[in-house]
C-alpha cells in the first residue's frame, strides 16, 4: 500500500518540519526564553504551553495521516489536503486530547520523579512507570483512528479504544511493535553500521567518511518517516477491521486477528 500511495509519507516529513518550527519559535522568542527568568510557579505553566504546542502539532498531524491512510484503504489516490482537511474538522477534539495526553504524561513522569529518590526507588520507579506506559499505549492504541475516521471527543474516543481491544483482543501489542522490529532490521541497523562506518574511515578519507556519515543520518531518518507512516496504516486497518469486520487490502484476517496477545484467563 504505501509503495502505491508514497504520498502518506509526506504526513510525518510535514510534522517534523512543524515541529522543528515550533521548537525554534519557543526555545527562540516564544516561552521558553520567559521561563528561564520567571518564577517557578510560572515557569512550569510556560512550560506546560511549549509541550502542548507540540502534542498538539504532533496528534494533528498523525490524524491527518489516519484520515489519509483510510482514504487510500478504499484504493483511492491521496494528497496533504485529504489528510489535513479532515484534521481541520477536528481540531477541537484533536485540542482536547492533546491535553489529555500531556497531563497524563507528566503525571507519569512526575509519579516516577517522586518514587526514584534512592536506587531502589529508581527500579521501583522504572517497573511502575513503564507498566502504566504500556497500559496507557494499549488503553489508546484506536484513540487517533477514532478522532480521524469519527471524530469521536476524547472521552468517548477513550472509551471506544480501550472497549474494541478488550472485546476483540487482549493484552499487549504485537503488530506495531513487528513493524517498528522489521525496519530496525531492514533499514535502521544497516544505516547506522554505515555512519559508523564513515566515522571509521573519515581519518583517512573525510571526503568519503562524511558522505558515509551523511547517508547513515539519511537512512535513519528515512526509516523513521516510514516506520511512523506503516504504523498509522496498521492502526487504521485494524480499526476497521475491530469495528466493522473489513479486511484492508494488502492485509489479511489472520493477521488483523491476532494482532494482539490472546488476553490471558485466570491471572491478574
Not at 496528534?59 to 489519509?68: D, G, K, M, R
Not at 469519527?150 to 483482543?169: N, T
Request: aromatic letters at 8%.
Amino acid at each position: 500500500m504505501l509503495r502505491n500511495d508514497r504520498s502518506l509519507t509526506l504526513f510525518p516529513v510535514v510534522s517534523a518540519f512543524a515541529m522543528l518550527a515550533a521548537v525554534l519559535l519557543l526555545v527562540g522568542p516564544g516561552v521558553v526564553v520567559l521561563a528561564v527568568d520567571a518564577p517557578a510557579p510560572v515557569a512550569y505553566v510556560l512550560w506546560a504551553i511549549a509541550l502542548y504546542i507540540l502534542t498538539f502539532i504532533g496528534i494533528y498531524c498523525n490524524v491527518a495521516l489516519s484520515a489519509a491512510a483510510s482514504h487510500s484503504l478504499d484504493g483511492n489516490d491521496t494528497s496533504l489536503s485529504d489528510g489535513f482537511s479532515v484534521a481541520r474538522q477536528r481540531t477541537g477534539v484533536i485540542a482536547k486530547w492533546a491535553a489529555v495526553s500531556l497531563v497524563v504524561g507528566l503525571l507519569l513522569n512526575a509519579l516516577e520523579a517522586a518514587l526514584a529518590q534512592s536506587p531502589i526507588g529508581r527500579i521501583v520507579a522504572g517497573i511502575i512507570s513503564g507498566l502504566l506506559g504500556a497500559a496507557w499505549s494499549i488503553v489508546t492504541f484506536f484513540v487517533v483512528p477514532s478522532l480521524a475516521l469519527e471524530g469521536l471527543a476524547p472521552k468517548a474516543a477513550l472509551e471506544r479504544s480501550g472497549r474494541l481491544i478488550k472485546e476483540r483482543w487482549g493484552e499487549g501489542l504485537i503488530g506495531s511493535g513487528s513493524i517498528m522490529g522489521i525496519v530496525f532490521l531492514a533499514l535502521i541497523l544497516p544505516s547506522v553500521a554505515i555512519g559508523a562506518l564513515g566515522v571509521y574511515t573519515v581519518d583517512s578519507s573525510a571526503a568519503l567518511g562524511g558522505l558515509l556519515i551523511a547517508v547513515g543520518v539519511v537512512g535513519v531518518i528515512a526509516a523513521l518517516l516510514i516506520g511512523s507512516t506503516l504504523n498509522a496504516i496498521f492502526r487504521v486497518a485494524l480499526f476497521r477491521y475491530a469495528t466493522d469486520g473489513a479486511v484492508a487490502p494488502g492485509f489479511d484476517r489472520d493477521s488483523l486477528e491476532n494482532a494482539f496477545r490472546p488476553k490471558r484467563r485466570g491471572r491478574i
